[in-house]
Structures are given as C-alpha cells and as structure tokens.
C-alpha cells in the first residue's frame, strides 16, 4: 500500500484544517488508519484511528472534540479534520496503515505503511 498525504500549511489560531491521505487502491480496505503526529527531536504519537471495516474510531484525549477522523473506501482515503487549532498542533502530520487493525492501534510500529508527512503550522 502506498500513501500519499497532503493538506498541512499555516493557519492561525482558532482555524481549520482538513488532511488527506490517498492509498493506492489494491488493499486499502483491508487496513485500518491511524493518524500520527511528531513534534522535533520527540517520537511520532498516535493522533486518531479509523478500523479497517471503517466502524469504529477513536480519537486522543488532547484532540476530542476538535479533530475527526474518516475514511471514504471507495476514493482509498483518510481523513483528518482538525478544527479549532492551537500553536501545540504544530507538528508534521502521518497517516500510516495497519493491516486488519483497529481504530485504537496506537503505537507506531504496529503498522506496515506510512505516508510522507505533511507538515501543519498553527501561528498564535
């Protein structure tokens, strides 16, 4: 599976973005999607999840009620609406696949594929 995310840039306090990650199409509904975070020089921390049959999500405390996760099988993509931002979302975002995975895989190395990153920055 390869993965392709965009939608990262600046945008100010309080602003919306919204991240997307193409997969290539063979597969893709076979694997579960997280989003991911890296903050420099920090490791790379679980953001939100989406299960591979796209029933079930989860996001981290420090994101609930601002960002959503979902995923559209017949496009192969994922995404990550991030609403009501803060300086502390600055980060180069990742969304990674994890074969017949849940929504709450939440550590890096349980998946098999990654994107590029996306870098997003929230200016105060």
């Known amino acids: 599976v390869q993965l392709q995310a965009s939608g990262g840039g600046l945008v100010q306090a309080g602003g919306t973005l919204t991240l997307s990650c193409v997969g290539s199409p063979r597969s893709f509904n076979d694997y579960a999607m997280g989003w991911f975070r890296q903050y420099p020089g920090k490791e790379r921390e679980f953001v939100a999840g989406?299960?591979?049959?796209?029933?079930?999500?989860y996001v981290v405390d420090s994101v609930k009620g601002r960002f959503t996760i979902s995923r559209d099988s017949a496009k192969s993509s994922v995404y990550l609406q991030m609403n009501s931002l803060t300086p502390e979302d600055t980060a180069v975002y990742y969304c990674?696949?994890?074969?017949?995975?849940?929504?709450?895989?939440?550590?890096?190395?349980?998946?098999?594929?990654w994107g590029q990153g996306t870098l997003v920055t929230v200016s105060s």
């Open positions: 990674g696949a994890d074969l017949y995975g849940s929504s709450r895989t939440i550590t890096p190395s349980m998946y098999e594929y």
């Open positions: 989406v299960s591979w049959r796209g029933d079930s999500t």
